[in-house]
């Protein structure tokens, strides 16, 4: 599988992004998605996940709310809806797949795509 993430910029504390994670194999279907953030000199952390059906979702806690996951099976493509933008926000998103369960574990995800970078400022 492999994963182009896009849909990045700058944008106003308060604003708004969508992400978008177009997958190419033919078992897109059957991976687990994810999204993940991470800032310099800091670990990757989970941001939010969906399951092969896209019924079972999770969200971390600092986006919850504000953040909304979404996947389009036809299109091999996840999404991730950002409103109310924070600038704790700010960091490189990557979206990372696998064909396990739906973790918030990096370590779980066998293929990441090369990352699309997310500024809010103040």
């Known amino acids: 599988v492999q994963l182009q993430a896009s849909g990045g910029g700058l944008v106003q504390a308060g604003g708004s992004l969508r992400l978008s994670c177009a997958a190419s194999g033919r078992i897109f279907s059957r991976n687990v998605m994810a999204w993940f953030r991470q800032t310099p000199g800091k670990e990757r952390e989970f941001v939010a996940g969906?399951?092969?059906?896209?019924?079972?979702?999770s969200y971390a806690d600092s986006v919850l709310g504000r953040f909304s996951i979404s996947r389009e099976t036809a299109k091999n493509t996840m999404y991730l809806q950002m409103n109310n933008l924070q600038p704790g926000d700010t960091a490189v998103y990557y979206c990372?797949?696998?064909?396990?369960?739906?973790?918030?574990?990096?370590?779980?995800?066998?293929?990441w795509g090369q990352g699309t970078q997310v500024t809010v400022s103040s």
């Open positions: 969906v399951g092969w059906s896209g019924n079972s979702k």
């Open positions: 990372a797949a696998d064909l396990g369960a739906l973790s918030r574990d990096r370590r779980t995800y066998n293929w």
